[in-house]
């Protein structure tokens, strides 16, 4: 199994890696959706349904780096390694394995491609295997991949951490507990994500 094939569900992210890294990015919508510039703030279509993010978080440091989705602290509460940073069309991602079995491995992608945050999720649910809405530490996420393969240890997460910039969490786990719950690993890694941005 290519296990460096990164991911985008749908229109590719999530699942690049589960589907054989064909297509588009995921999220980019056709037609996108439309906004209107009112003053300082953007108008979103009357279509929206993407929940809105609490507060905007500081992400001037992962859209240069994914690795920065993670801090030290966090990376030992969920036994991982350092980051290994990549370069993708779909905005920087980083690969961070499992110290104790580095067959386990989260792919986190920044995913500056898209610039309508989670909507651009919504927008193309339709090509997804699953689709399940949720939060992480309070901003709001989806759980979504073209192919369902979570019994097999894989498991795609959304989390808006503005409304513009969405970042992906891919899990793939082949042994151990997150194996049998990679998302749940997906929704540990996000939370930690969410407090390490938020300071």
Known sequence: MNRRCIAVPALAFAVLALAGCGGKTR???NPAPST???GSETTRSTADTAPRVPVPLNTASITS???ATM???GRSSLG???GQPRTTGNGPSCTFQEAADPG???DVTTVTANKNGLQDVYDTKANDAYFGETQAY???GVYAAAVDDRKNGKCGLFVAVTDQLTVNILVQYDNGAGAADPCSV???FGESMIRTLGG
């Open 65 to 67: 780096d994914a690795c």
């Open 138 to 140: 309070g901003y709001p």
């Open 80 to 82: 991982l390694g350092e």
């Open 104 to 106: 386990n491995q989260i």
């Open 186 to 188: 997906a929704m540990k």
């Open 71 to 73: 801090s030290a602290s």
């Open 36 to 38: 209107a510039e009112s």
């Open 27 to 29: 999220g980019t919508a």
